[in-house]
């Protein structure tokens, strides 16, 4: 299968709609479609949602509002290297946890240890490949009982869930990356999804140089509206992209992958990534092949996350995507 941008062609004219009326109102920043997009996402994903420019200033803004300066944060191995930098430029120490092999997030025995022996102030929880760390529910609990600030890496999570909750709502914030391969995209673009008003509050004015009171130190990481409104036509297309996928996964992958991830009970994947544990014709490669611990020349073995970089391979699935 092609890579294909989840965009579907039927809404495009409402797409050319919405740019019009950007393009006549003479107003293409901080204006409605973007407040419109805030809302859609915030209902969509049953938290209050701030829009950014990427996943980086929103990242940014939870890291600088729990204060991890100086102090460590815990981040997967397993993860883009945008997980740990995001840490680093906040100013933070960044430390390593290992991963399970079933799910390729954080593994929860591992995160215990890491919290005794490095006393965080935070954790980094990345839902890899598009379905929910397996063990949030002990992740959530655990970091909540040790007084950890839990952020969820939602870059890969859209259109995730489990029972009645999305990726980004078990820990204190999540974050969205828009980016143009992900199963929900405008190109560039973040979005910052949280239940603390405070966080949410900031937020706003972290994107926007802390505008009008100036007691907020962030700089522009504000979304500009043409951005926006492909996000509200995109926010209203999810459902079908992550019906889509699934049935594809179920129709024509399942029985051919037999030795594939496989999730628990009442988990939906926004299938970012079908992920199999044999090497197949025709991959799309690794999530990721370099664990970011070994990127950051630490020196300790991080056992699970070496394995998996090596014994993981992703079948192409892509929202109506074309055969090949
Ligand atoms: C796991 C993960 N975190 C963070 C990011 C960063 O997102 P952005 O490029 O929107 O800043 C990405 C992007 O690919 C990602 O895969």
Redesign the pocket.
Known sequence: MKFTIGFEKEDLKVLHQYWDEIIACQQWSEGKFTKMFEEKWASYNGADSVAFS????A?LAALEYYGVKGKTVLCPSN??M??PL?VVKAGGRVEFVDCAKDDLCMDLSDLKEKIREYKPVAVWL?H?GGHIAFRVNEIAKLCKENGVRLLE?C??AHGASWGDKKAGVWGDAG?Y???A??TVSTG???MLVTNDKGLAEFSRKYRNYGKFEYKVEGLNYRMNEFTAAIGCVQTARIDDIVVWKNEYARKYLDPRFPNRLKFPEGMISGYYKYIVFDPIEKSTGKVYDQPCHKIMGKNYSLPNTDWVASNHWCVPIYYKGEEI
Request: cysteine-free; glycine content about 16%; overall charge negative.
């Open positions: 990427s996943w980086g200033g990242a993860t883009f945008a997980t995001s990345v890899i890496d870059a890969h974050v990356s828009f980016y391969t992900k560039e673009g973040g």
